[in-house]
């Protein structure tokens, strides 16, 4: 089944585009989700992480869905996705949940940049509850996006079962870590100025380290093959050494010795999150 237009295909040919509009829709959710998460929580104590967040997650999934109605060819079939959904495909699912997260984005950075204003404050009672169903929609658009590769069941790579379970697939596991890890990064990247982020460089230090975790199982789960030939590099320095070990060993060096080290190593993780979804999609197609 094509992920798609639901019609039966053996040849996927997704470049560049694709890959960069997986990275901005994991950015996207994650950011999202740091932002309303802080804001259900943190007892406004971190506004500029919060107009950070909502910020990147609006700019980036707008962007992401540029490249992608660009890149599938037929920009009029797109908004027939929109308004059609069809259970077949993942593709048209997936532009249901991104189309929902886009809107709910929208209108909570419209609720955050309101603030206190007089005239508007009765309107910031929707504030949370966008915030709670937007987290459900960002989560799903983080997912999607690894469900989206999944769904090509032909592809031995992009199909590969989460410990052996043939109906868990993996990647969608591993881009809802990776989306919450980056997601956080750019939101950082954001607010680096913000004051005592010690709190969130933890958390993105469990996710670099959850994410490893997964990355180890993913090299034990596949044939060795996958990483090996031109894309190895971009794998084992790009993705593991960059985006991974090098973060978390400045992390721990930073809140070790109280310095500040949140541009660096957000920096980086944006960056193996980028190559993380480059190797993916093309690893996919080229063995």
């Not at 929707?126 to 069941?153: C, E, M, N, Q």
């Not at 990483?227 to 978390?248: D, E, K, N, T």
């Amino acid at each position: 089944m094509d992920v798609i237009w639901g019609v039966s295909t053996n040849e996927i040919a997704w470049g560049g585009p694709i890959a960069f509009y997986l990275f901005l829709a994991g950015i996207a959710g994650g950011a999202f989700l740091t932002a309303s998460l802080t804001d259900l929580f943190s007892k406004n104590q971190y506004p500029k992480v919060i107009r950070s967040g909502v910020s990147i997650a609006i700019v980036t999934i707008i962007i992401g869905l540029g490249l992608l109605v660009v890149d599938l060819g037929r920009p009029l079939s797109f908004w027939k996705l929109l308004l059609h959904v069809n259970m077949g495909s993942v593709m048209s699912i997936g532009v249901f949940i991104v189309s929902g997260f886009t809107a709910l984005a929208v209108v909570y950075g419209y609720l955050i940049w309101l603030g206190g204003s007089a005239q508007k404050r009765d309107l910031q009672t929707f504030r949370k509850p966008v915030a709670g169903l937007g987290i459900l929609f960002s989560i799903g658009t983080a997912t999607y996006t690894g469900f989206l590769l999944s769904a090509v069941t032909t592809n031995d790579f992009w199909y590969t079962p989460f410990l052996g379970i043939t109906s868990v697939p993996f990647l969608p596991i591993l881009f809802l870590v990776s989306a919450t890890s980056t997601g956080l990064a750019a939101t950082l990247i954001g607010a680096w100025n913000s004051g005592d982020l010690t709190a969130y460089k933890k958390v993105d230090m469990v996710l670099i380290i959850l994410e490893l975790v997964l990355i180890s199982i993913l090299y034990l789960s596949v044939h060795p093959i996958f990483f090996s030939g031109s894309m190895a590099v971009l794998f084992w320095l790009g993705v593991v050494g960059l985006g991974l070990i090098i973060p978390l060993l400045i992390s721990f060096y930073g809140i070790t010795n109280h310095k500040n080290v949140v541009l660096p190593v957000c920096t980086m993780v944006v960056i193996g999150g980028l190559s993380l979804r480059y190797f993916v999609v093309y690893t996919g197609q080229l063995f």
